[in-house]
């Protein structure tokens, strides 16, 4: 194999690698962003929840803006849909509680895969990236060997530019591996907390809503004033 092919190889690996560390930095700060948003959300609506003065006052707190919230979104829909009687469709065919508890579990995992996302990514190259730099470094140490048989020396001026790369690829490829690994770590710890708050959560909300009798009135929206409609007196008819 040619020099420049095995040269071609080397850089292809440092390319590599660097593309690796960019995904792996650019995934780092967005989950540390996402984390960090959930964390301080999920503190507020739980902090509005609990002070509200009832399950049905709760409910006019839910949204969109954590992960609790649309937990609670859920369950609150559950509750008003077997309130209102639900439909004789095998949906609404469960018990209110296990209904309810359904509901929250598939939600509880939507927001597991929301916030697992690009975890398979760091742990993927914090898993290959010594190997792509020991790719490159054995197709180096190949270039300094053919270098060697070519010159028909082994003087430092021959192979310290092959070994160089071989080494640096060595390098960099440890390099990128050990932030993606620790980021992986970190953010999968951060992710079964959440998952374990969700939990309790959900578990907390069932209690609450079983003692309210898995009955939740439907909030009012605002700006929606009712018409009264003023009392017509009857006409007499004819008979009269």
Request: no cysteine; charged share 15%.
């Amino acid at each position: 194999m040619s020099s420049y092919y095995l040269d071609l190889i080397v850089q292809g690996s440092l390319y590599a690698l660097v593309l690796f560390s960019i995904v792996t930095w650019v995934l780092i700060l967005v989950k540390g962003v996402q984390h960090y948003r959930v964390s301080k959300r999920d503190k507020q609506f739980t902090k509005q929840f609990w002070s509200a003065s009832t399950l049905d006052a709760a409910s006019a707190l839910a949204s969109d803006a954590s992960p609790k919230a649309r937990l609670a979104n859920v369950g609150f829909d559950v509750l008003h849909v077997s309130e209102s009687g639900g439909g004789n469709d095998l949906e609404h065919s469960w018990d209110r509680q296990e209904l309810l508890e359904r509901h929250l579990r598939q939600q509880i995992q939507k927001e597991y895969q929301s916030l697992e996302s690009g975890l398979a990514v760091l742990a993927s190259i914090g898993s290959t990236a010594p190997f792509v730099g020991l790719f490159g470094t054995v197709f180096g140490i190949i270039h300094a060997l053919s270098a060697i048989g070519k010159s028909g020396s082994a003087s430092i001026d021959v192979v310290a530019g092959p070994i160089g790369e071989a080494l640096i690829a060595t390098g960099v490829g440890i390099a990128v591996a050990v932030p993606a690994v620790l980021a992986f770590n970190f953010y999968v710890r951060r992710l079964k907390v959440t998952a374990a708050e969700l939990d309790n959560y959900a578990t907390d909300f069932v209690n609450l809503a079983q003692k309210n009798g898995f009955r939740v009135a439907r909030p009012v929206s605002k700006g929606v004033s009712q018409t009264v409609r003023p009392a017509v007196a009857p006409q007499q008819g004819a008979f009269a």
